[in-house]
């Protein structure tokens, strides 16, 4: 497995179709999810890898990442990507790390720990929770 640079530009539609330098050597179908916010439209990014589920680490994550999220679950436009665990820490693997940096190491070679998992709100969260 060579290692990925993953350099999001915000219009993909999905983060696995997010260019990456060099080019890897699997074709890999990530699912995100979010988890711990209001609804499935906020909340700390996991992604799925190998069959489990894994935080991003929050170093560089900016909005740019979190538009290929909401875009990806369907939730609208980014609102805030946020880091240092705003949505709790997660559990399991760090997956993700220096997403903007474009200096990925691979999947789950980091140097963060939970507390800087990074969070996404999605312009659909704000629709749903809406009083009206």
């Given at each position: ?23 890897h050597k699997y074709n890999y ?23 489990q589920w894994g935080t991003v ?55 963060c720990g939970h507390h800087e ?16």
């Open positions: 497995m060579r290692t990925q640079e993953i350099q999001c530009r915000g219009n993909e539609s999905q983060i696995h179709l997010c260019p990456t330098s060099p080019p179908l990530v699912n995100v999810r979010l988890v711990g916010g209001h609804n499935h439209c906020s909340g700390r990014v996991e992604v799925l890898h190998r069959g680490c929050g170093d560089g994550w900016d909005l740019a990442d979190a538009a290929v999220v909401c875009r990806e679950l369907d939730c609208g436009e980014p609102v805030d990507a946020l880091g240092d665990a705003h949505f709790a820490s997660g559990l399991g693997p760090i997956w993700m790390t220096f997403v903007l940096y474009c200096r990925s190491r691979g999947w789950g070679v980091h140097n998992d990074a969070g996404v709100t999605c312009s659909g969260d704000l629709l749903s929770t809406s009083p009206c």
